[in-house]
């Protein structure tokens, strides 16, 4: 079983700064079946990037994902009110299909 | 627009059993598999199974193998989830997702939940 730790736990910033979230995979991720979705209180997540680094439909492009093997990065650009939220990461490419434990992103 | 709507979620007691449903639409079903993901109040998110497009391929988390059975009826549009031998940690908001693929693939889509509640 693959295991995901996100980091940081909490992450506080400011409405125009730039994020940067992490994810570790415990072993290299195949084919770059990796993916980052943003979670509100009382919504069910929504797909922001699949394939490590391809942003699903209509998600703006200042979110962006890289990275490859064990260690993947999503990177919000300028920070806007809306994007304050729950971060999760997943891998699909061997099953289980783990999640991460989540970064929550808070207004600083 | 793809719609995904779960049904079946509730109240049952250690040992039971509940039946979960997802009515889909707005997409050719047979076409891409499907997943069940929980999440406990509070608490991150736990993928549960998933299968294959044409119903031929099923996977499970460990911690529901040999308990939970999903299937799907490509007639109806429907994806279901068997649950039996339930636990009080099995009590979780349960999501069904359209996989963007017919085997692999992230949760594209989502439906907004339905509650089950495990306890006696």
């Known amino acids: 079983e693959i295991v995901l730790t996100q980091s940081p736990g909490t992450l506080s910033l400011s409405p125009g700064e730039r994020a940067t979230l992490s994810c570790r995979a415990s072993q290299s991720v195949s084919s770059s079946y990796f993916a980052w979705y943003q979670q509100k209180p009382g919504q069910a997540p929504r797909l922001l990037i699949s394939?490590?680094?391809s942003r699903a439909t209509g998600i703006p492009d200042r979110f962006s994902g890289s990275g490859s093997g064990t260690d993947f990065t999503l990177t919000i650009s300028r920070l806007e009110p809306e994007d304050f939220a729950v971060y999760y990461c997943q891998q699909y490419g061997s099953s289980p299909r783990s999640f991460g434990q989540g970064t929550k992103l808070e207004i600083k | 627009e793809v719609q995904l709507l779960e049904s079946g979620g509730g109240l049952v007691q250690p040992g039971g059993s509940l039946r979960l449903s997802c009515a889909a639409s707005?997409?050719?079903?047979?076409?891409?598999?499907m997943s069940w993901v929980r999440q406990t109040p509070g608490k991150g998110l736990e993928w549960v199974s998933a299968i294959s497009g044409s119903g031929g391929s099923t996977y499970y988390a460990d911690s529901v193998k040999g308990r939970f059975t999903i299937s799907r009826d490509n007639s109806k549009n429907t994806l279901s989830l068997q649950m039996n031998s339930l636990r009080a940690e099995d009590t979780a908001v349960y999501y069904c997702?359209?996989?963007?693929?017919?085997?692999?693939?992230?949760?594209?889509?989502w439906g907004q939940g339905t509650l089950v509640t495990v306890s006696s």
């Open positions: 997702a359209k996989v963007d693929g017919s085997y692999y693939g992230a949760g594209d889509y």
């Open positions: 394939g490590a680094s």
């Open positions: 707005g997409f050719t079903f047979n076409n891409y598999a």
